[in-house]
């Protein structure tokens, strides 16, 4: 069994590879102060993107999307970004939730789990 790790893994990986799947950790927005919702939700597509490309794979072979809201009412803003980013025919199954992430600068966090 082989892993391969993408970022920084002392404290916590970018990305886990395993049998030619990535998992991604909880993305949030790398400038999150005074970012909406839809300029955080595309900061962090903008990253998913690069690790994906790292991985050796891309948007087109996501499984599955976990988004966590900090305030549900800005589901719209959410998906509006999302609905540009997410290859039409192409998209994953999907949960929003809304949850108190760890900073109150983040209003959005998105993990992924996608095929390579």
Known sequence: ???????????ISDAVIHNNIVYLAGQVAEEPVSASVYEQTKNILAQ???LLKQAGTDKTKI???NIWLSDISTFQDMNKAW???VVKGEAPARATVEAKLADPKWKVEIMMTAAI
């Not at 069994?1 to 404290?11: A, E, N, T």
């Open 1 to 11: 069994m082989s892993l391969k790790r993408l970022g920084d893994p002392s404290v």
């Open 48 to 50: 998913i993107d690069a």
């Open 83 to 85: 609905k540009e980013w």
């Open 63 to 65: 499984i599955k999307t």
